[in-house]
């Protein structure tokens, strides 16, 4: 068990460059509200809900962490600060970070899976500030969630999603592993949170760029296969008998 709890310990440490000791990693909202979580969703499935949901309000009052007794997590999860809300039926992956202010919400089952309102986070993911990740959807493995991005659809493995709604980006998150990335997102290299939908809109037209260019020279070729091709015999050129 205190193996476990070391190995826990020490994967936050590689997310997060702020603690000095394994001690102050203890006082983390995010690790008690995750320790919380633990007992109230055994007692969530041993069907005694409503001390499940009394865990669940006392997590929430000490942490500012809002996790329901029904949500599944797996391990080396970390929240860093709180206000995050995880809904009943959201599914969580392995070594998955999200940051303060982030949403994993629900919507109407007849618009999904029935039963499964809340989204399914593969391993790897960093959800960042803000972020809203709406309905029964599947957020692919080491994904990016970019700040105040809010995602609807199902996020392909690998992607860095950014926007309202969020789309993903020229950048591809597997390209950025690194043990401490800003927030989810490599902002001092590519997309900086507060400038994120300017240099969105400068990737498309670079992408618009591109695609005219290779559009001129395939024009460009046709014309002079055309050019080049035997030009066909003239039907008229014959003489009536």
């Known amino acids: 068990m205190f193996s476990a709890l070391s190995e826990y310990l020490d994967s936050i440490r590689a997310r997060d460059p702020a603690p000095r000791s394994r001690w102050e990693i203890l006082l983390y909202p995010g690790v008690l509200a995750l320790g919380l979580h633990r ?6 499935k041993g069907e005694l809900f409503f001390l499940a949901r009394f865990v669940n309000h006392l997590s929430r ?26 809904g ?15 949403t994993l919400g629900g919507r109407n089952p007849t618009d999904g899976v029935s039963g499964k309102r809340h989204p399914t986070i593969e391993d790897d993911v960093i959800v960042s500030l803000g972020a809203a990740i709406l309905g029964p959807l599947t957020v ?8 105040n991005a ?9 992607s860095v999603m950014v926007g309202i709604p ?19 997102t ?3 290299q590519t997309f900086d949170p507060s400038t994120q939908k300017l240099e969105l809109l400068q990737c498309e037209i670079r992408q618009m ?11 460009d070729e046709a014309r002079q296969a055309a050019r080049t091709a035997p030009s066909a015999p003239d039907r008229d050129s014959g003489t009536a008998a």
């Open 140 to 147: 692919g493995k080491g994904a990016r969630i970019g700040a």
């Open 39 to 44: 007992v109230a969703h055994w007692l969530f």
């Open 166 to 184: 969020a789309r993903p980006t020229p950048v591809d998150a597997t390209e950025k592993q690194r043990g401490f990335v800003q927030y989810g």
């Open 209 to 219: 760029q591109e695609r005219i260019t290779q559009l001129i020279d395939e024009r």
């Open 61 to 86: 009052f000490l942490t500012a962490i809002d996790i329901h007794p029904g949500a599944e997590i797996g391990r080396f999860f970390f929240v860093d600060h709180g206000f995050v809300v995880i």
């Open 150 to 158: 809010v995602v609807t659809r199902d996020v392909a493995p690998g």
């Open 186 to 188: 490599p902002c001092s």
């Open 88 to 102: 009943e039926t959201a599914v969580i992956g392995n070594n998955v970070t999200i940051y303060q202010g982030a």
